[in-house]
């Protein structure tokens, strides 16, 4: 499961609200044709792969716009190890993406005599937001049944939860991509199959771009990885 990383120079910013208003158009995500590329780093700090997103399919709706997201996991050697495809909305200028594109692709295809379920709902960035602000939870869960006689058997699921997300300040961070004024955002997440994983992530996120940087640990606070934005074709 690949999810979130990585952290750098923090500036000083009031703690007292400070909302941005957000125009769909500006939004890199909505530009057809545009992509970003982000490099992952492991505990040792050492690049073991890399990460495309290119965005499609752009569409104006009722609210905003909708676009669809092609994505490319790479290996360190620069070997393709997966593809995925989902999609992202702008709805009056809050962000939405689809839970299921923290979920490899092989895994949301229903395997040989079962049948699958998907249910949860969108990751959201809201348009007015601030430091100190707590933004909503998500979850996402696959069940699989067998099928047998016609009748489904519940054989095993999948559920992945964000939970205790904040807005924990304002900051600008540089890579190799520019430099970019984020939204520093804490959450913690939990992974449940045959067995279960916590753990914390920190992200720094801009509006425009995405996920500019990101930092990962496990539950009892051991950095696990990051990633970073190298870079972006507009």
């Known amino acids: 499961m690949k999810i979130f990383a990585s952290i750098i120079v923090s500036l000083a910013f009031s703690p007292f609200i400070n909302p941005i208003e957000l125009d769909c158009s500006k939004m890199l995500f909505f530009n057809e044709g545009a992509s970003i590329t982000l490099n992952t780093y492991d505990k040792d700090r050492k690049q073991n792969g890399t990460i495309k997103y290119r965005y499609s399919k752009v569409k104006s709706t009722a609210q905003g716009a909708s676009t669809t997201v092609n994505t490319e996991i ?3 050697k620069g070997k393709v190890q997966s593809t995925n495809e989902f999609e992202m909305e702008c709805k009056s200028g809050s962000l939405f993406f689809d839970f299921k594109s923290l979920m490899p692709e092989q895994n949301q295809k229903p395997l040989n005599d079962m049948e699958m379920m998907i249910e949860g709902n969108q990751v959201e960035y809201p348009s007015s937001i601030s430091i100190g602000q707590n933004l909503k939870d998500a979850q996402l869960k696959i069940s699989y049944k ?9 054989m095993m699921s999948t559920a992945i939860s964000i939970t205790n997300r904040k807005v924990e300040a304002k900051e600008s961070i540089s ?3 520019g430099t970019f004024e984020c939204y520093k955002i804490s959450e913690d997440f939990e992974f449940k199959t045959l067995f279960k994983i916590k753990g ?3 992200s720094w996120f801009n509006y425009e771009v995405g996920m500019v940087k990101s930092e990962s640990y496990k539950e009892n606070g051991k950095f696990t990885g990051s990633t970073e934005l190298v870079e972006l074709k507009k």
């Not at 067998?146 to 519940?154: D, E, L, R, T």
């Open 74 to 76: 790479l290996d360190k």
């Open 146 to 154: 067998a099928k047998s006689n016609g009748n489904p058997i519940p």
């Open 175 to 177: 890579t190799a991509a």
């Open 200 to 202: 914390k992530t920190v």
